[in-house]
Each structure stands twice: as C-alpha cells, then as structure tokens.
C-alpha cells in the first residue's frame, strides 16, 4: 500500500486548500481512508474518514461544517476540502488507510494503530 498526500501550502487565516490522498497498491474499495493531523508538540489527531464501499464519512468536532471529504474511487483518491482555515489548523497533515468492513467513528479514529498504511504527510501552515 502506498499513499501520497498532496496539497498543503500557506495560507492566511479564512483561506481554503484541498488535500489530496492518491493510493496505490490496493483495491481502493475495500478500504477506509481517513485524515489525520500532528501539530508541533501535539498527538496526533483524527480529522476525517470515508469509507470508499459505502461512502460513509467522519469529522472530527472541530473541522464540522469547514471541512468536506470526498472519493474518487476511479483516481484512487480521496480529497480533504478545508475551508474557513485558522491557526488552529496548523500541522502536518496524513492520509492513512484501513481495510473495510470499517466503522467509522470518534472512537475507531482514536486507535491509530487499526490504521496500518500511512503517507508522508503534507504540511498545511495558516497565519494571520
């Protein structure tokens, strides 16, 4: 399994980037895809997750409502939308995948470990 994020960049707080996860290595269906972040200093977190089979999805509290996942099963990709960007959003963002059946949830993206394959990471940097 190999995965590639792409997309970090600076932006100013307000401003928008789409992250993408482009995976390899795999039958893109069969897995859960999922967003997490690592800030200096900070564990790192679960932000989102897309089940490719079903299309159900998790967001973390703090990222509802400003951050959109989506699938593109034929590209073998999964994109993070993030909108409305503060300071808060600052850290390195992974893309990691998990085997289905998944269940996608606040607790079940606390156990890292379940997720066994993971990117490099993208940085994402906002500032005022």
């Known amino acids: 399994v190999h995965l590639v994020e792409s997309g970090g960049d600076s932006v100013q707080t307000g401003g928008s980037l789409r992250l993408s996860c482009a995976a390899s290595?795999?039958?893109?269906?069969?897995?859960?895809i999922g967003w997490f972040r690592q800030a200096p200093g900070k564990e790192r977190e679960g932000v989102s997750c897309i089940s490719s089979s079903d299309g159900s999805t998790y967001y973390a509290d703090s990222v509802k409502g400003r951050f959109t996942i989506s699938s593109d099963n034929a590209k073998n990709t999964v994109y993070l939308q993030m909108n409305s960007l503060n300071s808060d959003d600052t850290a390195v963002y992974y893309c990691?995948?998990?085997?289905?059946?998944?269940?996608?949830?606040?607790?079940?993206?606390?156990?890292?470990?379940?997720?066994?394959?993971w990117g490099q990471g993208t940085q994402v940097t906002v500032s005022s």
């Open positions: 290595g795999i039958a893109f269906d069969d897995y859960a």
């Open positions: 990691a995948a998990v085997r289905t059946p998944f269940m996608v949830t606040e607790a079940t993206m606390k156990k890292l470990s379940i997720f066994g394959s």
